[in-house]
């Protein structure tokens, strides 16, 4: 089983470019998050979508711009990279939301020069 | 302010002894708490839960007990392994509430020394 797949897996942008982390669960999973893990940071939540055709912003959600596509694909936007954008962004889905365990995805290393 | 917080970041345990990860809350309003575990390259897997009507739950070698007055919580793993060595990231939920996403610590570095 694939579980959550994220693409790509590693980037590197430069200041003021665009682009677009793809995810997509095979699960059935109606619920899909992206976060972002800093050093020292831990994981914190920068969108998230309960159900098909709805989002919400999470903790961090400035820059960001996000889409549920189907029940399936969850894609994540950054209009203008910034260097405060370099993290490590994880996909992850629950069955529903407040389901007590999310799947995760392996993660993408974004970096910003 | 931190809701959650994991204030070791990095614990080394001879393999055979026991590991204890610790996680403090500030909201009573949390029902739900996770851990997960985390290796280098790879995305957060679960790893055991436990409601609030509970104080420890056990799977095999991983045993979590929760403090709700104290609230605090923490994860036991006996007999530690090489295996083991991970980052541990508590995770906390108020289930069906406003705050039905998961809020994470910012971790523990588990060094399991054969």
């Known amino acids: 089983n694939a579980g959550v797949t994220q693409t790509p897996k590693f980037q590197v942008l430069k200041t003021g470019q665009s682009m677009t982390l793809q995810c997509a669960q095979d699960?059935?999973?109606?619920?899909m998050y992206w976060y972002r893990q800093d050093p020292g940071m831990g994981l914190r939540l920068i969108y998230y979508?309960?159900?098909?055709?709805?989002?919400d912003k999470g903790e961090v959600p400035n820059g960001y711009n996000v889409s549920r596509l189907n029940k399936r694909e969850f894609s994540l936007r950054l209009e203008s990279a910034a260097p405060s954008q370099t993290s490590v962004y994880f996909c992850?889905?629950?069955?529903?939301?407040?389901?007590?365990?999310?799947?995760f995805g392996q993660g993408t290393r974004l970096t910003v020069v | 302010d931190q809701q959650v917080k994991q204030n070791s970041p990095s614990l080394s345990v001879q393999e055979g002894r026991i590991s204890i990860l610790n996680c403090d809350y500030t909201?009573?309003?949390?029902?739900?708490f996770l851990w997960y575990k985390k290796y280098p390259a790879e995305g957060p897997t679960f790893l055991i839960s436990?409601?609030?009507?509970?104080d420890k739950n056990e799977d095999g070698r991983f045993t979590v007990f929760l403090n709700k007055s104290a609230k605090h919580l923490s994860l036991h793993i006996v007999p530690s392994q090489p295996g083991d060595s991970a980052v541990y990231f508590c995770?906390?939920?108020?289930?069906?509430?406003?705050?039905?996403?998961?809020?994470f610590g910012k971790g523990t570095k588990l060094s399991v020394k054969p």
């Open positions: 699960m059935n999973h109606n619920s």
């Open positions: 995770a906390l939920m108020n289930y069906g509430g406003s705050q039905g996403n998961l809020i």
């Open positions: 436990i409601s609030s009507i509970k």
């Open positions: 909201n009573s309003m949390f029902d739900y």
């Open positions: 992850a889905s629950s069955v529903y939301r407040g389901n007590t365990e999310a799947f």
């Open positions: 979508s309960a159900s098909e055709g709805t989002t």
